[in-house]
């Protein structure tokens, strides 16, 4: 199995522009977390998803952030416009049973939003 | 919601020393408190859990302890090595109910030569 796979990797992109994380969980999972991660803030939970469905997005900073999972295979997170202050590494997590397995995250993609 | 809270932020410890980390956590329904580790550039990958019907779990050099009165648990680690050095994330959730972990800050983990 190949992972959790995100991409892009990097980005760089300037204020007010749209961005679009990917993520392809690991094949068999059916749950699907985004997490943000910043020095000051840690990892904090964004979103998550039960069998596509969103159950938790309270953790979404504000209107310009969001989360679709229109398969099994495949999740989208989009902040648009963006903010300097949504520079940060984002990264997306897969599990069997939501917290009875452990977490698979992906390697995550740096944002920097000039 | 859940809040959880971690310290130090930074350890520094010799080669060959121990190590540990605490954490609290504030909604007493938690019942799962896993531990990650996250090597400078790379992902978080497990380490190690507990569930709150025990009071302590060891896989060689690790251990984690669990105080469920005081809400409160910790990592151990011994004989620590060079490839200790890393960020570590301590996270509670409440199995069966939201399946949110909730990490808290992390611990910047310097193992000195």
């Known amino acids: 199995d190949a992972g959790v796979i995100q991409s892009p990797r990097h980005e760089v992109t300037e204020m007010g522009q749209e961005v679009t994380l990917r993520c392809k969980p690991i094949?068999?999972?059916?749950?699907l977390f985004w997490y943000r991660q910043t020095m000051m803030r840690g990892l904090e939970l964004l979103i998550y998803?039960?069998?596509?469905?969103?159950?938790?997005d309270s953790g979404m900073p504000e209107d310009r952030f969001s989360a679709k999972m229109p398969n099994a295979s495949f999740s989208t997170l989009k902040i648009q416009p963006s903010e300097p202050r949504d520079s940060a590494v984002y990264f997306c997590?897969?599990?069997?049973?939501?917290?009875?397995?452990?977490?698979?995250f992906g390697n995550g993609t740096r944002l920097t939003v000039t | 919601g859940e809040n959880v809270e971690q310290h130090p932020s930074t350890l520094s410890v010799q080669e060959g020393d121990s190590a540990v980390i605490k954490c609290t956590y504030s909604?007493?329904?938690?019942?799962?408190f896993p531990w990650y580790k996250q090597e400078l550039g790379k992902r978080p990958q497990l380490i190690i859990d507990?569930?709150?019907?025990?009071g302590e779990k060891k896989d060689q050099r690790i251990a984690v302890t669990l105080n469920k009165t005081a809400k409160h648990f910790s990592l151990h680690i011994t004989e620590t090595q060079p490839e200790d050095s890393a960020v570590y994330f301590c996270?509670?959730?409440?199995?069966?109910?939201?399946?949110?972990?909730?990490f808290g800050k992390g611990t910047r983990l310097h193992i000195l030569p």
């Open positions: 997590a897969s599990s069997w049973t939501g917290t009875h397995s452990p977490l698979h």
């Open positions: 094949s068999g999972h059916d749950y």
């Open positions: 998803f039960n069998n596509n469905v969103p159950i938790d």
């Open positions: 909604d007493s329904a938690s019942n799962y």
């Open positions: 507990i569930r709150s019907n025990v």
């Open positions: 996270a509670a959730s409440i199995m069966n109910r939201d399946d949110k972990i909730i």
